[in-house]
Every structure is written in structure tokens, then in C-alpha cells.
């Protein structure tokens, strides 16, 4: 048997078989380990948003946001503990505030928050996408997959608060105008 012989069936002994009885590789921990810490630093973020928004509909769509997050929260913490991988840590939860007692000068606007919402779920779809470029394991890519999706969705619901509100700054348009010559 030669080297390469001994190096596939060592690999193919790990990797057949059920994915969760699989080892997670480095790039794997690390990516599903920094998700959740960000999602945590993000449910605290929004919490403040939610408490500077006064629109009603964009008040929807962070709670919704803040939701989406828990979710993904619930299926990251149970991957890493069936693996062994300490969890990072976790800011408590925001007491709710009441709008008019923020000063208005220290106030995130309505238009600011949708803008770094949609920021983050954009960055989040790019996110995914890398995890499941990397993974080896079907049911961390198939998780991802599913983060995707939903980050998809909610991020076309963004856009459309976004145009409805007025608040969408467009870059340059370009008008491609043919001229016959």
C-alpha cells in the first residue's frame, strides 16, 4: 500500500458515513464559532436599534431580525457543545427604553438602522456562502444553506421597506442610451 493508498482510506474511515459522526475541521470551528459570537454582539446591537426606532414596520423587521438570529443561535450552540468547542461569550439582553427619553441628537435614525440592518444581512449571505464552500460536512453546508435562505428572504423584505420608506440611496445610475451613428 503506498502513501496515498493509507492517506484515502484513513480519510474515507473518518469522513463515510453519518456527517454528525464526523469531526469538524478548523475552518469549520472557527466560522461557526465567530457566527455566533457576532450574532450575539448583533441580537444586542438591535435591541438598542429597536428601542431608537420609532417606525412602526421597521420595528417589525428588527424584532423579526432579532428572531432570525435566536434561531440561528439555537442550532450553532448545539453543533459546537456535541463537539466539544467552548461557546463565546454572550452580552446580556438590552432593557427596552422609551423613545422620547433618548435625546434626539444622540438618536440612530429610522433610515440609519435599515441602512445597517440590511448591511449586516447582505454581509451575512456572503457569509454563508463561504461556510459552505468550505464545509466537508453535508449537515454544516445544509445548515448554512438553510441560514441563507432565510437571510435572502429577510433582506428582500429590507429592500422593500427601503424603497417603500424612501429611504434607499441608489449608487449612480447608468442609462445605457445606443446612439445610432
Avoid at 453543533?79 to 427619553?101: F, Q, W, Y
Avoid at 453535508?138 to 427601503?162: S, V, W
Wanted: a negative charge; proline letters at 7%; charged letters at 20%.
Amino acid at each position: 500500500m503506498n502513501i496515498q493508498e493509507i492517506i484515502r482510506s484513513v480519510v474515507m474511515g473518518i469522513l463515510s458515513g453519518n456527517p454528525q459522526d464526523e469531526p469538524m475541521h478548523y475552518g469549520e470551528v472557527i466560522s461557526t464559532w465567530t457566527h455566533l459570537l457576532t450574532n450575539n454582539g448583533l441580537i444586542a446591537g438591535y435591541q438598542s436599534f429597536f428601542n431608537h426606532t420609532g417606525d412602526q414596520d421597521l420595528k417589525k423587521l428588527i424584532e423579526e431580525a432579532i428572531q432570525g438570529l435566536k434561531n440561528e443561535n439555537n442550532q450553532l450552540q448545539d453543533l459546537l457543545k456535541a463537539n466539544g468547542i467552548g461557546l463565546p461569550p454572550a452580552p446580556p439582553d438590552r432593557p427596552n427604553a422609551n423613545l422620547e427619553s433618548i435625546p434626539a441628537g444622540a438618536r440612530f435614525t429610522d433610515p440609519e438602522i435599515s441602512a445597517s440592518i440590511s448591511k449586516d444581512a447582505a454581509a451575512g449571505l456572503v457569509t454563508c456562502s463561504q461556510v459552505i464552500g468550505q464545509s466537508i460536512r453535508e449537515d454544516i453546508a445544509m445548515m448554512y444553506g438553510q441560514f441563507h435562505m432565510a437571510k435572502a428572504q429577510f433582506g428582500l423584505k429590507m429592500l422593500k421597506l427601503n424603497k417603500e420608506k424612501g429611504w434607499l440611496i441608489p449608487p449612480p445610475l447608468h442609462y445605457n442610451e445606443s446612439k445610432d451613428c
